[in-house]
């Protein structure tokens, strides 16, 4: 017996106006999106790590060029360096007549299959009267300012 007003469930639909061929048509194409989305989180949270990166490379090429222009020791502008960005990026601190340019790369995975190199770079003046000690070439001092 079915309510009055109620059309009785036929066997051939499992839902009023659905055919029973398209049963399950909505899982199947879940699962066939679903990786896709899952490869599009990744990718978008891989440029939001590098972007990240990028920034505090950035940042800590700006922390080490002051550091550099008013007379620290290239191992504490180093420290001080990858206290920011981490202890796994190369760090380059040279000086070009009176400027003091740092430069900051560190490697930054995107993705499992992938990765990028996030860079920063800076460059300040040197303070007048800042002893400077002598050495030349990339990572060091030069001497004649």
Same mark, same amino acid.
């Given at each position: 017996?079915?309510?009055?007003?109620?059309?009785?469930?036929?066997?051939?639909?499992?839902?009023?106006?659905?055919?029973?061929? %398209?049963?399950?048509?909505?899982?199947?194409?879940?699962?066939?999106?679903?990786?896709? *989305?899952?490869?599009?989180?990744?990718?978008?949270? @891989?440029?939001? @790590?590098?972007?990240?990166? &990028?920034?505090?490379?950035?940042?800590?090429?700006?922390?080490?060029?002051?550091?550099? +222009?008013?007379?620290?020791?290239?191992?504490?502008?180093?420290? @001080?360096?990858?206290?920011? *960005? !981490?202890? %796994?990026?190369?760090?380059? /601190?040279?000086? +070009?007549?009176?400027?003091?340019?740092?430069?900051?790369?560190?490697?930054?995975? /995107?993705?499992?299959?992938?990765?990028?190199?996030? &860079?920063?770079?800076? +460059?300040?003046?040197?303070?007048?009267?800042?002893?400077?000690? !002598?050495?030349?070439?990339?990572?060091?001092? %030069? +001497? %004649?300012?």
């Amino acid at each position: 017996m079915t309510p009055v007003g109620r059309p009785r469930a036929s066997s051939a639909t499992c839902a009023p106006g659905v055919p029973l061929r %398209d049963r399950g048509a909505v899982t199947a194409e879940f699962a066939v999106a679903l990786p896709a *989305v899952v490869v599009v989180l990744l990718l978008a949270l @891989g440029t939001a @790590g590098a972007a990240v990166a &990028q920034v505090r490379c950035v940042e800590a090429a700006r922390a080490g060029a002051r550091a550099a +222009s008013l007379g620290e020791d290239l191992a504490a502008v180093a420290r @001080g360096v990858t206290s920011i *960005v !981490g202890a %796994d990026a190369a760090v380059e /601190v040279e000086r +070009s007549g009176p400027w003091v340019v740092v430069t900051v790369k560190r490697r930054v995975a /995107v993705a499992p299959w992938g990765a990028l190199v996030a &860079q920063g770079r800076a +460059s300040a003046w040197v303070e007048p009267g800042v002893a400077v000690p !002598g050495g030349g070439g990339p990572g060091s001092w %030069d +001497s %004649d300012a």
